[in-house]
């Protein structure tokens, strides 16, 4: 496997990641207000055009420039309103924007740069508006010499890592102390999110990682593959391998055998805190206290919290269930359904007969019904009759085809030569140069 400006990390520091909210400054009446910074550039008959500084394609010394927020309702018309732009031109913008970028995904919270040009009279006009998509490219809307609308893209670089982690207390928590990037932890957790339910991690599980960060200006802008992990939960080892099939929408991950890491059904339709009642054909129950049948498993979280359905499937029935509360059942098979009870609200556009997909939010945790408190009472069926979500089998996904086992094979021997390489350099950093403070 070729990776440019490969770098060996051992323990990056914790990059924060996200949008960076509106600072706030006090006002002349004591009052708060968002910042809205304003950089005065220099006249254009002042400066040396063999010296100018350039953003984004931007000849940034010839212009002040304003620094905002997007704000609740500021659609793109009404953001070019507030920045002195017509509505005429406002739609030029737009509809030379239609095959770079969709002004309707301008988002609340992403901050933009309003770039001003004085004409003869002395007035401000915008002469650019840039608007940061996300942390690696802007949208540039250029008026002077337009319109014409194109993406900034900033270059990134590829960095090998190799880490090794221990759970104490939570996967994300001890994942950035370790020096990590949070992104990791999230990375696992989706390749993992079929074997291992991550909302029931016990201290003492860990996992080593093999796998690639794209970088910019120096921070992690994504964990863009995981060459070897092996994550050991409960005693239990499981380990994954990066190998693309070139199979649209295939898997990209398998264990030693070569066996899919993505199967029929997720461990877990949410994220919870605890399992507040598990599966029993004697439960006394909490409102009634009459011993009875409890053929689900009960997660506690709080209201709110998204449920996701475990598989494919297609809705069979929406509504309110007496004691169950709102609730939605899910055939996924001829031989499995499932159903998520006193749900607080349905997912959007959640109706019998819709088709939904492994991971799609089809509600969120409330307290309908019969309950104590806000909680999801989980329900599988298999051949119509009631299994114990967490002692279920998932039925496997397909394996790779043995035409592809040979260069599998070299893949997965690859990944270990890189692991034992990195392996010895972590340890040696950490049993002689750490020490020294090099």
């Not at 010499?145 to 090794?164: A, C, F, M, N, S």
């Not at 877990?268 to 009642?277: G, T």
């Not at 009875?292 to 498993?297: D, E, F, I, N, S």
């Not at 959640?350 to 799609?360: A, K, M, T």
Request: net charge neutral; charged share 25%.
């Amino acid at each position: 496997m070729r990776l440019k400006n490969i770098v060996l990390v051992v323990a990056a520091a914790f990059l924060a990641f996200g949008c960076t909210p509106a600072k706030e400054i006090p006002g002349q009446d004591g009052t708060s207000e968002k910042t809205v910074r304003k950089h005065t550039r220099a006249k254009k008959a002042e400066v040396d055009t063999t010296a100018l500084t350039y953003e984004h394609g931007i000849p940034v010394d010839l212009y002040s420039v304003d620094d905002g927020v997007v704000e609740e309702g500021d659609y793109f018309s009404v953001l070019m309103e507030k920045l002195g732009v017509g509505q005429a031109t406002a739609n030029e913008l737009i509809e030379a924007s239609r095959k770079v970028f969709n002004v309707k995904d301008i988002r609340v919270g992403n901050h933009y740069h309003a770039y001003y040009s004085p004409d003869t009279t002395g007035d401000d006009n915008l002469a650019y508006f840039v608007y940061d998509r996300d942390r690696r490219s802007v949208v540039v809307f250029a008026l002077e010499d337009g319109p014409k609308v194109y993406i900034d893209e900033e270059e990134t670089i590829e960095r090998l890592h190799y880490d090794e982690v221990t759970i104490n207390n939570s996967l994300w928590y001890d994942t950035q102390k370790a020096g990590c990037s949070p992104l990791l932890a999230i990375k696992l957790s989706d390749i993992f999110a079929w074997t291992i339910d991550f909302f029931g991690l016990q201290k003492g599980d860990s996992y080593k990682a093999v796998y690639v960060t794209e970088e910019c200006d120096g921070q992690v802008m994504e964990v863009s593959k995981v060459l070897y992990a092996s994550f050991i939960h409960a005693g239990k080892e499981y380990q994954a391998y990066f190998f693309d099939e070139g199979k649209a929408g295939g898997n990209k991950y398998w264990n030693e055998k070569g066996e899919g890491s993505r199967k029929a059904f997720l461990k877990a339709p949410l994220k919870y805190s605890r399992i507040s009642s598990g599966f029993s054909y004697a439960r006394r129950h909490p409102v009634t206290r009459r011993v009875q049948p409890h053929t689900g498993v009960d997660y506690a979280a709080p209201k709110g919290t998204p449920v996701v359905s475990i598989g494919d499937g297609v809705v069979t029935r929406v509504g309110y269930a007496g004691a169950g509360g709102n609730t939605v059942h899910i055939q996924h098979t001829r031989n499995y359904r499932t159903a998520y009870l006193h749900l607080s609200k349905y997912g959007k556009g959640i109706r019998p007969g819709v088709r939904v997909s492994q991971g799609q939010v089809i509600g969120y945790v409330g307290a309908t019904g019969r309950c104590t408190g806000p909680h999801l009472d989980f329900r599988i069926w298999e051949n119509d009759k009631p299994i114990n979500p967490l002692k279920m089998i998932t039925p496997p996904a397909d394996p790779i085809s043995k035409e592809k086992m040979p260069a599998f094979e070299k893949a997965k021997a690859h990944a270990f030569e890189i692991r034992d390489s990195l392996q010895v350099v972590s340890y040696y950093r950490q049993a002689v140069l750490d020490p020294l403070g090099e």
